[in-house]
Every structure is written in structure tokens, then in C-alpha cells.
């Protein structure tokens, strides 16, 4: 059989400030013919993709790979030249049996609220009717009912951190292949939890709504359940949590399956929510060398769209006193610029931070000592290296500071070692991420928190400012299931 695959994929926040345009792509990494290596989340899913198809006698066409950091609504003419670039490759190819796609599901485009869908659509015009459409998606996602009519198999991540991705994809492979040999029949239903949420799932009771997932998947004739939490910075009528189920040619079994999913996390909801918080009461848990405290700036992480340039716990630790604390990776590209070129051991006045816009809070004018630079920094993730550009390592009355210089969340503690940071003896040690680094870093310490900023990325749901979704949804009413019947 012939088997195309390529990939778009990047995650909208629809309030930040900073646009998607091609040049966020090339960045980001876009290659032709074969997967960059630089995609560090894509490249092992290809990978095994071709181990499989030669394993299996088929052949893989490797089209048209893009990805972008997360940033605001991608601008009209980078999405048309990204969908015209896929649909390209998917033409040249020829005549293919399987299409497995890489998508996010939660870009959005000017004119263009669910990317995905009319992504899928297209290439459903080109391959035909016969032809086995298979998607892995990122559970942060916008599920919409339009991707489910468009596609054949819709796989999401199960864990947050997304450590399965590569089990999620050989996942969706083993069931195209099916499909495309008769051997089953997927038929699909999406049921809508009418709730908003952040749903880790290296805790209770989220770890359990996985495990029960799990478990309904070894019921006969159940092939796959899916859990999209959704992704809640983005003003699209989309925008919740949602539960999918595959059966093998049964509807109701389908049905039955993803209401039984979806019943759980909804018993779970007030369980469920986030509780950040704020620097005064982070401030009072106590902290020491041996297990430090890793605070998570979850409202200014990059990897949901924020410019990663908010001061405020910085601010906050320096009005403390605090003297043992490392802080990383703040997003200044001129920062960077001006500490490099001053040289390693240089002392200088700076102003750090807070330049994106309100949600970046002040820039702070700081006095530093440049301790460390790279001028191609990097940080393991998933076997691969995550570029962070020019970066550099700054002391500040007692603190050590990592800047870099391309916007991304931080992930692993080499994103501070490799510039000579020592994280063994701090007693306290802030990553701008929302729990993407819990994978690596829980290595250190597993006592962590997350701190309410004012950053872009506020975990009050019931007051983010929807205009595109009704209002009838978890937190913002307390039982939007039984308000639904009424």
C-alpha cells in the first residue's frame, strides 16, 4: 500500500498578542520530502512510521512538515500557503491508500476557526472516498464534530506531558492499516463534557479518567478512546473538553463508550480544577537545597501562546530577598544581544523582561554579571534537542536567570545546566512552563506549584472572555449538563 504523511501543527491562543506568520513556521521548522530534525515532538512518530511501513512491505511518502511555536491567530496568507504546500505534496505523491497526518487541532487563521477540519476536508477532495484518513492530535485540541465527519481515525495523546505520542501514533497506524485492508470498520461519536479545564494527568484523579479510558479500550470491539481536554485560550465555539470513542462497525458501543468516559470526568469536575497560587502564599512553603520547590509560571508559558517575558516572580524573589533561586527561560532577544556582547564576567544594568505587551507585566532594570553564554543553546526533550537560540546565564543579587532568545517553554533542567547553572543547591527553582516540564524535572523534585501571575494564560475559566461559545459550561455554571436539559 502507499501511505502519505505530513503535518501542520500549531496551538492558537486567540488573546496573545504576538501573530503566527510563516517566518514563526521556518523557525519553528519546515521541511520537504523528510521530516526535519529539529521537529522535536514530529520526528520520532516518523520515525517509527517508516520503521513500520518497510517492516509491513508499504511504502511512505513523506510530504510537507510545518510547526510553530504557540502564538496568536495565524495570518490569512501563511495558512494558505501552509494548506497549499500540504495538498501539493499530497498530490505529488499520487494515488494513496492511508493519509496519516500530524495536527494539532487548536490552530486557528484569520477567516479560519477550525484549521483542521478544512484541512481534512481538502485532502479528502483529492484522495477520495476509499482512501483511509488517519489524524494524531494533540489532546489540547478543538475537537470538533467536523474533524470526526472529515477523517476515518482521530487519535489524541493520552498524557499530559505528551510522553506517548510516539504509542498514540503506531496506535493510528496498526488501525489505518486495518480499515484499509477491510479488516474493521471505525465508526465514531464525539460526546461534549460542556466543560473548560487544565487536566494533567500525572495526578489524581485525571490519572484515573486515563486509566478508566484505558480499560474501556479492551472491551471487545472498542478500538479506541480519546480524551480531548481543549484548549482554553482561544475564542472559538469549539473551545471544551470532549470525549471520543471508536468501535469496530457499532455505533452505540461507540456511543456508550465515550458517554461513559465523559460521565467520569464530568463526576470529577470540581476535583479537576486548577488552583494556582499567588506569590505571597508560594513564598511561605518552605523550601530547601535537597528537594527544591519548582515553581511553575503556567500564565507565561510559551508553549500556550505567552510571550514568556512576565517579570513578576522574578520581581517578587528579588523583593524577598531570595538568594538561592534559579529562573529561566525568560524570552528577551535583546537582552541576550546586549549581556553577549558585553562579555562572559561582565557587570552591567540591564532592563529585563516585560516588553511583549500588558501581559508581560514591567520590564525590571537590573544590575548583572554574565556568567554564561551559548550562542546555540538547546534542551533535551523526548530524545531530541529543542533549540533555544542565543541564550545567556545572568546572575542577579543571588538569582541566575537563563534568557534566550527563541520563544519556547522550558522543558529540561539542561535548558539551565548547559549554560553552568548548578540546580542541586537551590532551594527554589521557577520554569515558564504549565506541566510539560514535570517530565524531566520531577527527576529533581516532584514538590511543585503553580504560581498565579497575571500572565497571559489565567486559569480562571469562568472569566476568560468567550464571545464565540454559549456560556453554558463548567466553572462558569456549576451543572451545565442539567441546566442543558432545561
Known sequence: MDIFTSSIATETNTFSPIPTTWDSFVEGGISYGTVGEDNVFLVPVVEMWRRRAVEDGHRLHEGFFAFAQPAGRTTAATYL??????????????????VLLVLHGAMVAEGCDDCESDILRAVREIVGPTAIIGVELDPHCHLSNAMVEAADVLILFKEYPHVDAVSRANELY???QRAALGEIKPVSVLVDCRMIGFYPTTAEPMANVVRT?????TVDGVLSVSIAHGFPWADVADVGTRVLAIADGRRHLAASTAAQIAGCLYRYREDLLPRPQNMDEILRLPANGKHPLIIADAADNPGGGAPGDNTHILQRLLEEGVRDAALGCIWDPMAVQVCASAGLGAR?????????????????????TVRGINDAHSQPFGGHEDTLGAAVWLECEGIDIVVIS???????????????????NKSRIVVKSAHHYYAEFSRLSRRTVVAETGGALSMNFAALPYTQRDGNF???VADPLTALAF
Not at 505529488?92 to 492511508?98: F, K, L, M, Q, S
Not at 479510558?213 to 479500550?217: C, L, V, Y
Open 474 to 476: 463548567f466553572p462558569r
Open 81 to 98: 500557503r501552509l494548506k497549499t504546500e500540504l495538498l501539493e505534496s499530497l498530490k505529488t505523491a499520487g494515488p494513496v491508500d492511508i
Open 406 to 424: 527563541r520563544r519556547t517553554q522550558t522543558l529540561s533542567p539542561p535548558a539551565f545546566t548547559r549554560l553552568g547553572v548548578e540546580l542541586k
Open 174 to 176: 496498526t488501525l489505518c
Open 348 to 368: 552591567l544594568q540591564i532592563r529585563l523582561g516585560g516588553k511583549t505587551g500588558k501581559a508581560s507585566g514591567v520590564p525590571l532594570d537590573l544590575m548583572v
Open 213 to 217: 479510558a484505558q480499560q474501556a479500550e
